[in-house]
């Protein structure tokens, strides 16, 4: 028998170790910032300690029960042991007065045909092997890598005893050889047939496939460098792109400014499908920079070249959104190793899409609809339009919301809400109308936890609301969405950008009447940009990172405004007599 290994995501974002053996007996975990107060020093391990620890946990939007592990455990009769040079915080609430006193039996036992004990204790690898080796009947062995981490890289853990044969993984995960800590307790809990409290939300660990070592450390390295090169490689690449569209003006005098503008707007339009195709191929830094300087340019050029203006843009979008939902629907194999992808290291989100691409494809789908409609459709009745709006928003919608797939709740507010506006836009003002926009969100939202309530898909929507306490639960996660939304806007990152885009929206507001001779005869692309616009907003409201979800909008906003211009210069010039 040996240990079927995986890699474990310490916490959210880098914790302290003893965040992580809490979390870990909670099996349950939010972001530190959402606590009142920072974890107190473990130094001396009493019950001022666990009342600081319990206190702390009472903040949490969120039910965090410090112990619960070994609590329960001891509720059925258990017996539960922490080493003297464990971490008292596995300790259960009878047991919190001494870091290693051992807990006792309950006088009455509810599970009487469940005996044994439940023991944590430091080891080195040779104690593991031994450990390993002596293992019986049902007996189950959990390691993990004492913590905290290196940068950027998750806990080892293997798992040893009847049926733990392969990689490791979990629904809370569903990458294979990667779980969370909080899965741990649930582990446990399962292999001994009690049942998991509703205040865990993390999910049991099973093996799938067989032991490959080396698809863990290339996983592993993958993840690892996602945080690293975000910045570098993506910000790197607009600063190119904008500093080359500088020189071609200045050198033409303006003269290829519009198409420069066009080439610079399809070109982070494709961005992301460069680095998702980027993704399943795992290149080195410099190679991904390289493929992300100059793929996207070429493929818009040779676009327009083929198709022309908003043709183009339909296309470019339409590739874009259709590759990530095909990825997402697949298992997102890669859109959770991409640069643009839910970035799985931060111990948020490790499947379908995060917030940074719900952004993204918010403005691709409704205003790449209307794209699509103004090049391809531009003398389509209104209801007709209004319906293929609708259409979008709620099938893409579905594909990156839905448990099975995606399982990103915002995007069945956001894609609807935005497509349901486009729609009123076409349909015109009215009673109705301004009743349908209001309802769809909420209609899909009720349709999607309908969708995973009858399949058993598990996802976050199923497990964090409809079963765990209905409306009270309901409450706790948008409490906690809106505080690190609010928290999103004190990075330092957010004191550089939202001074632009604050810029960018007046400018806007005062040009409005420019902005509509752009669009003139184009209303479906008109329809499609405000639309576009309700999206971001709500979904900076939807999304526990606003601030992002406005910055990021607001940039693929202005690239759709950016070919509009341009178009409507380049049919002026061709409307204009020959001399």
């Given at each position: 028998?040996?240990?079927a290994?995986?890699?474990?995501?310490?916490?959210?974002?880098?914790?302290p170790?003893?965040?992580?053996?809490?979390?870990?007996?909670?099996?349950?975990?939010?972001?530190?910032?959402?606590?009142?107060?920072?974890?107190?020093?473990?130094?001396?391990?009493?019950r001022?300690?666990?009342?600081?620890?319990d206190?702390?946990?009472?903040?949490?939007?969120?039910?965090?029960?410090?112990?619960?592990l070994?609590?329960?455990l001891e509720?059925?009769?258990?017996?539960?042991?922490?080493?003297?040079?464990?971490?008292?915080?596995?300790?259960a609430?009878?047991?919190?007065t001494?870091?290693?006193?051992?807990?006792?039996?309950?006088?009455e036992?509810?599970h009487?045909?469940?005996?044994?004990?439940?023991?944590?204790?430091?080891?080195?690898?040779?104690?593991?092997?031994?450990?390993v080796?002596?293992?019986?009947?049902?007996?189950?062995?959990i390691?993990?890598?004492?913590?905290?981490p290196?940068?950027?890289?998750?806990?080892?853990?293997?798992?040893?005893?009847?049926g733990?044969?392969?990689?490791?993984?979990s629904?809370?995960?569903?990458?294979?050889?990667?779980?969370?800590?909080?899965?741990l307790?649930?582990?446990?809990?399962?292999?001994?047939?009690?049942?998991?409290p509703?205040?865990?939300s993390g999910?049991p660990?099973?093996?799938t496939?067989?032991?490959?070592?080396?698809?863990?450390?290339?996983?592993?390295?993958?993840?690892?460098?996602?945080?690293?090169?975000?910045?570098?490689?993506?910000?790197?690449?607009?600063?190119?792109?904008l500093?080359?569209l500088?020189?071609?003006?200045?050198?033409?005098?303006?003269?290829?400014?519009?198409?420069?503008?066009?080439?610079?707007?399809?070109?982070?339009v494709?961005?992301?499908?460069?680095?998702?195709?980027?993704?399943a191929?795992?290149?080195?830094?410099?190679?991904?920079?390289?493929?992300?300087?100059?793929?996207?340019?070429?493929?818009?050029?040779?676009?327009?070249?083929?198709?022309g203006?908003?043709?183009?843009l339909?296309v470019?979008?339409a590739?874009?959104?259709?590759?990530?939902?095909?990825?997402?629907?697949?298992?997102?194999?890669?859109?959770s190793l991409?640069?643009?992808?839910?970035?799985?290291?931060?111990?948020?989100?490790?499947?379908?899409?995060?917030?940074?691409?719900?952004a993204?494809?918010?403005?691709?789908?409704?205003?790449?609809?209307g794209?699509?409609?103004?090049?391809?459709?531009?003398r389509?009745?209104?209801?007709?339009?209004?319906?293929?709006?609708?259409?979008?928003?709620?099938?893409?919608?579905?594909?990156?919301?839905?448990?099975?797939?995606?399982a990103?709740?915002?995007?069945a507010?956001?894609?609807?809400?935005g497509?349901?506006v486009?729609?009123?836009?076409i349909?015109?003002?009215?009673?109705?109308?301004?009743?349908l926009?209001?309802?769809?969100?909420?209609?899909?939202?009720?349709?999607?936890?309908?969708?995973?309530?009858?399949?058993?898909?598990?996802?976050?929507?199923t497990?964090?609301?409809?079963?765990a306490?209905g409306?009270?639960?309901?409450?706790?996660?948008?409490?906690?969405?809106?505080?690190?939304?609010?928290?999103?806007?004190?990075?330092?990152?957010?004191?550089?950008?939202?001074?632009?885009v604050?810029?960018a929206?007046?400018?806007?507001?005062?040009?409005?009447?420019?902005?509509?001779?752009?669009?003139?005869?184009?209303?479906?692309?008109?329809?499609?940009?405000?639309?576009?616009?309700?999206?971001?907003?709500?979904?900076?409201?939807?999304?526990?990172?606003?601030?992002?979800?406005?910055?990021?909008?607001?940039?693929y906003?202005?690239?759709?405004?950016?070919?509009?211009?341009?178009?409507?210069?380049?049919?002026?010039?061709?409307?204009?007599p020959?001399?």
């Amino acid at each position: 028998m040996g240990l079927a290994p995986g890699l474990m995501s310490a916490g959210l974002g880098e914790v302290p170790a003893q965040q992580t053996y809490l979390d870990i007996t909670q099996g349950n975990r939010v972001f530190d910032a959402l606590y009142d107060s920072d974890l107190p020093p473990t130094r001396r391990c009493g019950r001022d300690f666990w009342m600081a620890v319990d206190q702390r946990a009472e903040s949490a939007p969120a039910d965090i029960v410090p112990g619960l592990l070994a609590s329960t455990l001891e509720a059925t009769g258990m017996e539960v042991r922490v080493g003297v040079r464990a971490a008292c915080t596995f300790s259960a609430a009878e047991s919190r007065t001494a870091a290693s006193a051992p807990s006792k039996k309950l006088s009455e036992d509810p599970h009487p045909g469940l005996h044994g004990s439940f023991e944590v204790r430091r080891a080195t690898l040779r104690q593991l092997s031994s450990l390993v080796g002596g293992l019986r009947g049902d007996d189950l062995l959990i390691a993990i890598e004492v913590p905290p981490p290196a940068d950027n890289r998750a806990l080892g853990i293997g798992i040893a005893g009847r049926g733990f044969a392969g990689n490791l993984t979990s629904d809370s995960t569903r990458i294979d050889g990667y779980v969370l800590s909080t899965d741990l307790a649930p582990t446990v809990l399962s292999r001994l047939s009690v049942a998991i409290p509703d205040e865990m939300s993390g999910q049991p660990i099973q093996p799938t496939g067989s032991v490959d070592v080396a698809a863990l450390e290339s996983l592993a390295d993958r993840m690892a460098v996602v945080p690293e090169r975000r910045g570098p490689v993506i910000g790197l690449t607009l600063l190119a792109w904008l500093v080359a569209l500088g020189a071609v003006v200045v050198v033409t005098g303006g003269g290829a400014a519009r198409s420069g503008i066009r080439i610079l707007g399809l070109s982070l339009v494709l961005l992301p499908l460069v680095l998702l195709l980027a993704a399943a191929v795992e290149p080195s830094q410099g190679l991904e920079q390289a493929l992300a300087l100059a793929a996207p340019p070429l493929l818009a050029a040779l676009a327009l070249a083929a198709l022309g203006g908003y043709r183009a843009l339909a296309v470019a979008s339409a590739a874009t959104v259709l590759a990530h939902a095909a990825d997402v629907i697949a298992g997102s194999p890669f859109t959770s190793l991409s640069l643009l992808g839910p970035n799985p290291g931060l111990g948020a989100r490790f499947y379908g899409i995060g917030n940074e691409l719900e952004a993204v494809l918010a403005v691709l789908v409704v205003a790449g609809t209307g794209a699509g409609l103004a090049g391809f459709l531009p003398r389509l009745p209104a209801r007709q339009v209004a319906a293929l709006f609708v259409g979008a928003g709620l099938a893409f919608g579905f594909v990156f919301a839905f448990g099975r797939f995606g399982a990103d709740v915002g995007a069945a507010i956001v894609l609807p809400f935005g497509a349901a506006v486009a729609a009123a836009v076409i349909a015109g003002r009215s009673h109705r109308t301004v009743l349908l926009v209001a309802a769809i969100p909420f209609l899909a939202l009720a349709l999607l936890a309908l969708l995973d309530l009858v399949s058993g898909a598990n996802a976050h929507l199923t497990r964090s609301v409809l079963d765990a306490g209905g409306l009270e639960a309901a409450g706790e996660v948008a409490e906690r969405r809106l505080q690190l939304s609010a928290h999103s806007f004190a990075r330092p990152i957010i004191f550089v950008f939202m001074p632009m885009v604050v810029v960018a929206a007046l400018l806007a507001v005062l040009g409005r009447r420019r902005i509509a001779g752009w669009l003139a005869g184009r209303p479906a692309m008109r329809a499609g940009l405000l639309g576009a616009l309700a999206a971001i907003l709500i979904g900076a409201i939807a999304n526990d990172s606003g601030a992002l979800m406005i910055e990021i909008g607001a940039a693929y906003l202005l690239a759709f405004l950016g070919l509009a211009w341009a178009e409507a210069g380049g049919a002026e010039r061709r409307s204009q007599p020959s001399t």
